[in-house]
């Protein structure tokens, strides 16, 4: 998610601020948040960074307080954000084409590592909250990712108090959508499991084309039960079996 006005400061670093009161950003969904808003998320955004240390996650460097709210310093990830606009995802040099096609073991890598991350801040009580593909870097040169923009997480269950909550509609579980529903780590699960999916179906969304083997398939497609109690209960449970999978 866009917060505010950021940009690099150095040649290797990147700044997230919340903006200023009278002039909200230009993305969404920061456009409905309030400036108090946007701060809340951004030291949200701390405490996770403090909480969970990864390879995979941007690393934050600095936190400088301003009239304005915190100001983040993360290190400037390599590489290119693998989401795009609409209209651009048929354009075979975005990201987007460029990750989907990757050869199928350097893909199920990157979603090892995806899924590995998430298993860490589980540990560490964190859910997920619109996570979607515009939150991946990926360097394809070295076949690094790294994730961004997970202001929005939150501490343990939460109860859908929006019916329809903040995502991206193709990656988000049915229970974002339904008024009074429970968000816990299965909608984590949940996910996770429909971003190695979409990309690892070479964004066709059908079985056969997915690009692993059986047993890999068979624990996304227990991810992604409607029901949440049919999924993995834990990020945990749904990383052994994926890992168990892919040997």
């Not at 979607?132 to 690094?144: N, V």
């Not at 990020?235 to 040997?247: D, H, S």
Request: net charge neutral; proline share 6%.
């Amino acid at each position: 998610m866009c917060l505010g006005s950021s940009g690099p400061i150095t040649a290797t670093s990147f700044v997230k601020t919340a903006g200023t009161p009278d002039s909200p950003p230009a993305c969404a969904p920061a456009p409905y948040f309030s400036h108090s808003d946007r701060i809340r998320l951004l030291r949200n955004a701390v405490d996770l960074a403090r909480s969970c240390e990864h390879p995979r996650l941007a690393r934050l460097r600095n936190v400088i307080e301003s009239p304005l709210g915190p100001v983040l310093v993360y290190d400037r990830a390599p590489g290119e954000v693998v989401g795009t606009t609409r209209s651009g995802r048929a354009d075979p040099h975005s990201g987007y084409q460029r990750l989907a096609h990757l050869p199928a073991h350097q893909l199920l890598a990157v979603f090892d590592d995806l899924i590995d991350l998430h298993r860490a801040l589980a540990r560490a009580g964190w859910v997920a909250g619109d996570l979607y593909d515009s939150c991946l870097i990926l360097d394809f040169t070295a076949g690094r990712l790294t994730v961004i923009d997970l202001d929005s997480y939150h501490r343990g269950s939460i109860i859908n108090t929006m019916g329809r909550m903040f995502g991206s509609t193709r990656f988000m579980a049915p229970e974002e959508f339904e008024l009074g529903a429970i968000i816990d780590q299965r909608t984590t699960v949940y996910t996770l499991a429909r971003l190695a999916w979409h990309f690892g179906t070479r964004l066709t969304e059908q079985a056969k084309q997915f690009c692993g083997p059986d047993p890999v398939r068979a624990a996304l497609e227990q991810a992604l039960q409607v029901e949440p109690g049919e999924r993995f209960a834990t990020v945990g449970e749904f990383a052994a079996a994926w890992q168990a999978a892919r040997r």
